[in-house]
């Protein structure tokens, strides 16, 4: 059974920046495909930033250039830098874990908010 603990989240002021962490176990990151994902009150869950089993990252258009998304492996960690926040970026967030990449990740912790004014 996999276990992932996001943190991080917090209220900050537009243009600022906040890291999430989300702690895998067991195993850690591994070769698994990790995403972030966000769902915003009254709008759909998105994928923002993902990373596959090879290494290989992918983000959506409203954060390229903004977020990114790496790994500590002696950490078990996975992480999102988010920097140039805007209010559009405020969501749940959360980090899914699967053993290829899907949209429906197996694998879900419990989501960290953040706030952006």
């Known amino acids: 059974h996999v276990q992932l603990v996001e943190s991080g989240g917090a209220s900050v002021q537009a243009g600022g920046s906040l890291k999430l962490s989300c702690v895998v176990s067991?195993?850690?990151?591994?070769?698994?495909?990790m995403t972030w994902f966000r769902q915003a009150p009254g709008k759909e869950r998105e994928g923002v930033a993902q990373?596959?089993?090879?290494?290989?990252?992918f983000y959506a258009d409203s954060v390229t250039g903004r977020f990114t998304i790496f790994k500590d492996s002696a950490l078990n960690t996975l992480y999102l830098q988010m920097n140039s926040l805007n209010p559009e970026d405020t969501a749940m967030y959360y980090c899914?874990?699967?053993?290829?990449?899907?949209?429906?990740?197996?694998?879900w912790g419990q989501g960290t908010q953040v706030t952006v004014s």
């Open positions: 067991p195993y850690g990151t591994g070769r698994r495909c």
């Open positions: 990373v596959d089993g090879d290494g290989s990252r």
């Open positions: 899914a874990a699967d053993s290829w990449c899907t949209a429906q990740p197996n694998y």
